[in-house]
Every structure is written in structure tokens, then in C-alpha cells.
């Protein structure tokens, strides 16, 4: 049993649970009780009342209401198209929107089912014989629904219409971005639209603003890699790096670093492309290709703009990166992120820039790298012995204990087996010796011999994962190069404990 969403938000009351004898009740904390007397009599018995804090009552508010919608989307066929509402409905909120327009109908319901998820990416992709809603969550692209393929254009011009495209143009490609609001929690979905044989296929990136918050000590980087990090942010000039693929997390942690450094005694200033997060105290400049505004323009902008610290979303070329040695050479701290597959190799990709060695010595302080990895459900795991394949992906004794993912899972983790995502990371901090080998114009490996000689490589801390029981060998692995498994580990396998958990 459900109460109407625009009433349980307007007086903070939820129907949490129902039993014979008395319906569970979480009202908000400040909110006036009379609201319970209409709660009762929907209910039609007793109520058992919980007070919980408006954060909580928030998250309660959209987990109970997020679902709605998505069975009658999934349901849909072309005798509920006959109406297609063209405007943006005028619900402040998107769970409160009353309009019943099928598509509004759909694709609330599908952004409503993608947030309460966790999920970061909605595929839309037209086929002839269907339209294909595939989502990806922790990393793993899943389908999801199956639709009518008559239904794609109007889902793609819906989707137009949220994000202010041009709905008249099918033969480009065209981006743009929707704000959202989720039973009070902000969301910032970015809108990707590419033409294809059967029709435009659309990507939306679910952004949830909360995560601009995050902080160096949630990102889950060992001790000595956030040591490493939080010295080379305390620095009053240079440059610090974060490399790994797209989808690894750089941005987060780039994010985490700003918001150390915004205590509000720095004038910092960022060049994005786009801006993912918005972030009080910090100006924020985003590329514009089609007037010319690109990395390198923005950052010889913002530096006129008397600024401590700068943020580039990305080295891509040649001459934003000689701005942004220049600018940590006058006196700025600059943080960005580079493609590249190590910490090391950002070092050598600079030089491939066209960067001199002796600059590259004399600006960076750090070079993080980083990975993300999908973590096994803490609740189902279970504990086997490897054996010899699956031991020699990681470097591991065969026999060596470790944790598979449960195949039939629990409530937790949705029946998957697995439960969110966890960082692998590398450091460098540039010290004497590697300014040294640096300006001697040492490869990769020279450099990465000197600066791992103590410190943990990705493929290192990879395995150090999976022996601590939070993913799989073959998860480890994944972020790994070829032919990259560290050093085999010879010492005799402990025996795996018999408990799960």
C-alpha cells in the first residue's frame, strides 16, 4: 500500500510495511503528526510509528517510490502511444509528475529503476525488431527490457525534448545533459544521442550530484597511496596526475582532491569537458568546441583569472600540455588526468607531447593510477581453494584460499554475487632518483624500477585484493596488461575458513 508521492513528501510519512494488526509508518522528524490521521484511515488499522531524520526519510522516500512505472513501461505496446506530450512535464520533481503520457511515463520510470540501482549508463538502442534497454551497473552492461520497435522514435524525441536537442535532426550526433530530482536527491544525467541503422541510439549517464562531495578517505586508497596524494595536493605549485582508462574513476578522484584543497583561501578554477559535478567555491569552465573554447583556450583563459589551483579535465594534446607545465612552472598547482595504461607511462606520455625532460622533472609531484574492480558481496562469498589456472592469473600458490561470487547471491546484492565496485591503485611521488632517471630520458620500465622498488604496482595491489577476499582472480586480472601478473607467490596455501562473510 501506497500513499500518493506528492502527499508523503508534502507531510514526510511513508507506509514502510503492512501487517493484520498495524500498518509501519516512518514520519519525518519536525513534520506535524495530524498527517497520521489521514495515514490511518488509508490504512484502515493501527499505525506503528517510526521518527527517522529527513536524510533518512529521504532515501526511504525514493527506494519506496522508485520502482513506479516500470512495470507498465515494460508492459507497453502500441495501443498506449496514440498521445505523445511533447513538453517537459511541469513537476518540479520527477517522481511527482502527474502527467500520464505513456512515454513520460517510460522514461521517468526507466531513470527512476537506473537511480535506485546504482546504475551509471542507459542504453537505448533501436533494432528492426525491438527497442533494447540495456543498463550497466558496477561496470556490466545487462539487458533489461525489451520493447516495441515502433516505440523508438518517440522515446528518442522524449528524451530530445528533456534535454533541450534538436528533435528535427537525425543525421548527427548530439549531446546535452537533463537535471533531475529524485524524492529530494539531485541527479545530473548527460545525454548522448548517435545515429544508427534503425534509428538514434541514446546513452544516458546518470550523475548523482552527492558523489561531488566525496572525500580522499572514501575513495579506498590504501594508506600509502593517500599519503602520497594528500603531500602532493599540500604542494604549493606543480603538477599531479591521475591516468587509467575511461570509466576508472579519475574524475572522482580528481574531485576528492579538489575538495581538500577548496577550504576557501584558494581562488581554484577548472576547464571540463563536460562539467560532471558542480562544486560550491570552485569556478568551473566548460569546453565548447564549437566556438573554439578547447582545453588549451580555457586554460590559457582561466590562467588571466589570477588562480592557485587548476583543474584540466584532461591532457589530449600537445599544447595543453605545455600550458599546463607552464602553469605549474609560474606558480599554480595543476591537477589533471591522462590515457595511459601506469603511472609511468604518464611520464613518458608527456614527453610524447613534445614536454622537455628537464620541465617534466621540475613540475610533477605525483602520478596516481587507478583501476576499479567489482567487489564481491560481503554477505554471500563463499571461500574455495584456487586452483592452478585461476591461481597463475595473479601470481598466487595454487590452493591459496579465495572468495567466487555465490551463484545463486542474496537479497544484498540482488541475487548477483556482487556488490558495487572498489579502487586498485599505484602511486609514484617524483623524488630525487626519478627526477634523475626522467632527465636521463629513462623509459617506462627504468622509471617504474626505481619508483616500485617499495611501493606496490596496480597488478601488486590487484592480488592483494583478491587474497583479501574481496574480488575474483579473473576480476584482478581484467585490469591487468598482458603478460603483467606479478611475481608468483610460492609460500603454502592457509587453509580457506569455513564460514562465508
Known amino acids: ?142 539487458e533489461r527490457h525489451r520493447l516495441p520497435a515502433s516505440v523508438a522514435p518517440m522515446v528518442t524525441s522524449r528524451v530530445k525534448v528533456m534535454a533541450r536537442l534538436d528533435i528535427a535532426e537525425r543525421r548527427l550526433p548530439q549531446d546535452g545533459r537533463i537535471g533531475l530530482a529524485l524524492g529530494g536527491k539531485s541527479l545530473d544525467v548527460r545525454v548522448s544521442t548517435l545515429p544508427s541503422r534503425a534509428g538514434e541510439r541514446v546513452v544516458l549517464r546518470l550523475l548523482d550530484k552527492e558523489n561531488a562531495g566525496i572525500g580522499l578517505e572514501a575513495l579506498g ?115 589533471s588526468s591522462v590515457h595511459t595504461n601506469d603511472a609511468a607511462g604518464a611520464i613518458t606520455r608527456l614527453r610524447d607531447f613534445g614536454v622537455e625532460p628537464f620541465l617534466i622533472a621540475s613540475t610533477l609531484r605525483a602520478v596516481i593510477a587507478q583501476r576499479l574492480v567489482r567487489r564481491l558481496c560481503p554477505a554471500c562469498a563463499q571461500w574455495a581453494p584456487l586452483d592452478a589456472a585461476r591461481a597463475a592469473l595473479v601470481g598466487l600458490a595454487t590452493g591459496t584460499p579465495a572468495r567466487h561470487p555465490n551463484p545463486q547471491g542474496c537479497e544484498a546484492c540482488g541475487h548477483s554475487g556482487w556488490q558495487g565496485r572498489t579502487g586498485v591503485f599505484e602511486a609514484i611521488r617524483i623524488t630525487e632518483p626519478i627526477r634523475q632517471r626522467i632527465m636521463a630520458g629513462g623509459d617506462e620500465a627504468a622509471i617504474g624500477d626505481v619508483a616500485f622498488a617499495n611501493a606496490a604496482t596496480l597488478a601488486v595491489a590487484a592480488r592483494s585484493l583478491v587474497e583479501d577476499g574481496l574480488t575474483t582472480p579473473e576480476e584482478a586480472a581484467r585490469v591487468m596488461r598482458a603478460g603483467d601478473a606479478p611475481p608468483p607467490v610460492t609460500t603454502p596455501p592457509v587453509l580457506a575458513p569455513v564460514q562465508n562473510g
Open 221 to 335: 586508497m590504501p594508506g600509502a597511496i593517500e599519503s602520497v596524494f594528500r603531500a602532493a595536493l599540500s604542494e604549493p605549485n606543480g603538477m599531479v596526475l591521475v591516468t587509467g582508462p575511461t570509466g576508472s574513476g579519475k574524475t572522482t578522484s580528481l574531485y576528492a582532491g579538489l575538495k581538500l584543497l577548496n577550504d576557501g583561501s584558494r581562488n581554484i578554477l577548472t576547464v571540463e569537458d563536460p562539467v560532471e559535478y558542480a562544486m560550491d567555491g570552485v569556478g568551473q569552465t566548460q569546453v565548447n568546441a564549437r566556438v573554439g573554447l578547447s582545453f588549451a583556450a580555457g586554460l590559457r583563459a582561466i590562467l588571466r583569472q589570477d588562480p592557485d589551483c587548476v583543474m584540466v579535465g584532461e591532457i589530449r594534446d600537445s599544447e595543453t600540455a605545455d600550458i599546463a607545465v607552464q602553469a605549474a612552472l609560474t606558480g599554480h598547482l595543476v591537477l
Open 1 to 142: 500500500m501506497k500513499l500518493p508521492y506528492s502527499f508523503a513528501r508534502r507531510h514526510g510519512v511513508v507506509i514502510t510495511g503492512l501487517a493484520d494488526e498495524a500498518a509501519s509508518v516512518a514520519l519525518r522528524e519536525g513534520d506535524d503528526p495530524s498527517a497520521l490521521i489521514e495515514v490511518r484511515r488509508v490504512a484502515g488499522r493501527k499505525l506503528s510509528i517510526e521518527h527517522v531524520t529527513p536524510a533518512r526519510f529521504d532515501r526511504m522516500l525514493a527506494d519506496h517510490y522508485a520502482g513506479d512505472g516500470i512495470s507498465a513501461a515494460a508492459a507497453m505496446n502500441d495501443d498506449g502511444l496514440g498521445s505523445l506530450v511533447e513538453s517537459i512535464p511541469s513537476a518540479e520533481d520527477l517522481l511527482d509528475s502527474a502527467d500520464e503520457a505513456p512515454i513520460i511515463r517510460l522514461i521517468n520510470g526507466l531513470i527512476a529503476e537506473a537511480a535506485r540501482e546504482g546504475v551509471s549508463d542507459i542504453h537505448i538502442e533501436p533494432y528492426e525488431s525491438a527497442l533494447v534497454v540495456r543498463m550497466r551497473v558496477d561496470g556490466q552492461l545487462t
